[in-house]
Structures are given as C-alpha cells and as structure tokens.
C-alpha cells in the first residue's frame, strides 16, 4: 500500500511562485504514474498535471500549460509541482494521486489507486 503525503501549500500574491512536494511511501514502485489534481471551492476535482516514473514523460492541463512543471525524484519517492506566474483562479486544494496508467489519471471520472490528504494553495489579487 502506498501512502502519499503533501507539502508546500501556502498563501501567495497573484504572480508568485509556489513549490509542492508529495512524499511517497509504501510500495512505491506499483504506481507508473504520479500526478496532482486540484479542487476550488463548489467545483469539481480536476486534473492539473501527471509525470512517468520510468523516463519522466509529462502530461499537463491546459490551464497551468506552461506555468507548472512537475518532477520527480525517484531516489526520494518524491513528486514535486512548480507553480509559477500564479493566479487567483488557481487557488483550490492541491491533491497527489498515484494510478498506473496516464489514461487512469485523464479519465473522467480519474481512475486513481492512492490519494494525498492534499494541501491548501491560495492566491491573493
């Protein structure tokens, strides 16, 4: 079973940078994909970005397209999200998820093994 737990989550002025981390334990090598969704207020959880494990191909929304770039460490067990160029439309609650396959993650509903408790991301204007 794997555990995911997040970090980094804050409160930032539109424009500014925030990075997440998301620690991994357990049995980490039976997920391929790690990735982080994201929920705001009254809507729906929604995919943000995902990257491989082995060879580190990356998948992202089109909204955070270009503003976050998402890495990993394997050596750690560690996913990482950075967010630059913040807006307040991208204050929500910042969630990790592991799942096997990319399609898993894009799905609608996701198809996702292991949630993270997630973290709290809020932009200020």
């Known amino acids: 079973q794997v555990q995911l737990v997040e970090s980094g989550g804050g409160l930032v002025q539109a424009g500014g940078s925030l990075r997440l981390s998301c620690a991994a334990s357990?049995?980490?090598?039976?997920?391929?994909?790690m990735g982080w969704f994201r929920q705001a207020p009254g809507k729906e959880r929604e995919f943000a970005a995902a990257i491989r494990r082995s060879g580190g191909s990356t998948y992202y929304a089109d909204s955070v397209q270009g503003r976050f770039t998402i890495s990993r460490d394997n050596a750690r067990n560690t996913v990482y999200l950075q967010m630059n160029s913040l807006k307040p439309e991208d204050t929500a609650v910042y969630y990790c998820a592991a799942a096997e396959y990319i399609s898993s993650m894009t799905a609608t509903p996701p198809r996702i093994s292991v949630w993270g408790q997630g973290t709290q991301v809020t932009v200020s204007s």
């Open positions: 357990g049995r980490t090598t039976s997920n391929n994909i």
